[in-house]
């Protein structure tokens, strides 16, 4: 859900979130009153929400929404930048803080993010990282050289919407890029703990490695 009550700034983010895979807006309002109403009878995993809106502050709004394990996530996105808003944000448990005007990558890491806490299956235990990705402490926003947050989530999609396993050429087909590059990719999930990998050993050649989505992400 988008709350923005700026009607070309709000076409942009809808563009900008149907262009991202896995994605999709399920309403686009311009005030708080007509978001509330909305939620009542819609799912919404992930909420877009301004600061300044003509019918009350977007972050006190979102800092007073019921906390359940199926609450959506809240990405502020304002162009407020004083360091108190930020700090309020941040203690408030938003998702993420982007300062309009951002870029493409920038929004594309913070659904990332999401995606990457919405995937956890509840496991009985938590590992350290699972514990970091969880307090925010992820190298999402973060990302290494040679890792660009739109095609990793472009990966991350393919490994999710599909039961199949992948090797790097096969994903790399799929995704229009190369065989390293797919493999790059791949190995980054496996580090992030968000794909498995199986190797079937054949009898000549190297051993074939198959990417999957990890059962337990976190």
């Given at each position: 859900?988008?709350?923005?009550?700026?009607?070309?700034?709000?076409t942009?983010?809808?563009?900008?979130?149907?262009?991202?895979?896995?994605f999709?807006?399920?309403?686009?309002?311009?005030?708080?009153?007509?978001?509330?109403?909305?939620?009542?009878?819609?799912?919404?995993?992930?909420?877009?929400?301004?600061?300044?809106?003509?019918?009350?502050?977007?972050?006190?709004?979102?800092?007073?929404?019921?906390?359940t394990?199926?609450?959506?996530?809240?990405?502020?996105?304002?162009?407020?930048?004083?360091?108190?808003?930020?700090?309020?944000?941040?203690?408030?448990?938003?998702?993420?803080?982007?300062?309009?005007?951002?870029?493409?990558?920038?929004?594309q890491?913070?659904?990332?993010?999401?995606?990457?806490?919405?995937?956890?299956?509840?496991?009985?235990?938590?590992?350290?990282?699972?514990?970091?990705?969880?307090?925010?402490?992820?190298?999402?926003?973060?990302?290494?050289?040679?890792?660009?947050?739109?095609?990793l989530?472009?990966?991350?999609?393919?490994?999710?919407?599909?039961?199949?396993?992948?090797?790097?050429?096969a994903?790399?087909q799929?995704?229009?890029?190369?065989?390293?590059?797919?493999?790059?990719?791949?190995?980054?999930?496996?580090?992030?703990?968000?794909?498995?990998?199986?190797?079937?050993?054949?009898?000549t050649?190297?051993?074939?490695?198959?990417y999957?989505?990890?059962?337990?992400?976190?």
């Open positions: 859900m988008i709350v923005e009550d700026d009607e070309l700034v709000r942009i983010h809808r563009t900008l979130v149907e262009d991202t895979p896995g999709q807006v399920v309403s686009a309002v311009g005030t708080l009153a007509q978001a509330e109403q909305d939620l009542r009878h819609l799912t919404v995993d992930l909420l877009m929400v301004d600061i300044y809106l003509p019918d009350g502050n977007g972050l006190t709004w979102a800092s007073g929404l019921p906390r394990p199926t609450s959506p996530d809240v990405i502020m996105v304002t162009a407020a930048n004083d360091l108190p808003t930020v700090q309020a944000a941040v203690r408030s448990g938003v998702l993420d803080f982007l300062i309009k005007p951002f870029d493409r990558h920038r929004l890491a913070a659904f990332l993010r999401h995606g990457q806490r919405r995937a956890v299956s509840s496991p009985a235990h938590l590992t350290q990282s699972g514990v970091d990705r969880l307090l925010r402490h992820d190298p999402v926003t973060h990302l290494p050289k040679g890792i660009d947050a739109a095609t989530a472009r990966v991350q999609h393919l490994l999710d919407s599909s039961p199949a396993s992948w090797s790097a050429e994903a790399g799929h995704l229009g890029v190369s065989r390293i590059t797919a493999w790059r990719y791949l190995e980054y999930l496996v580090v992030l703990y968000f794909a498995a990998v199986d190797v079937q050993y054949q009898p050649g190297r051993p074939l490695k198959l999957r989505r990890a059962r337990t992400p976190l």
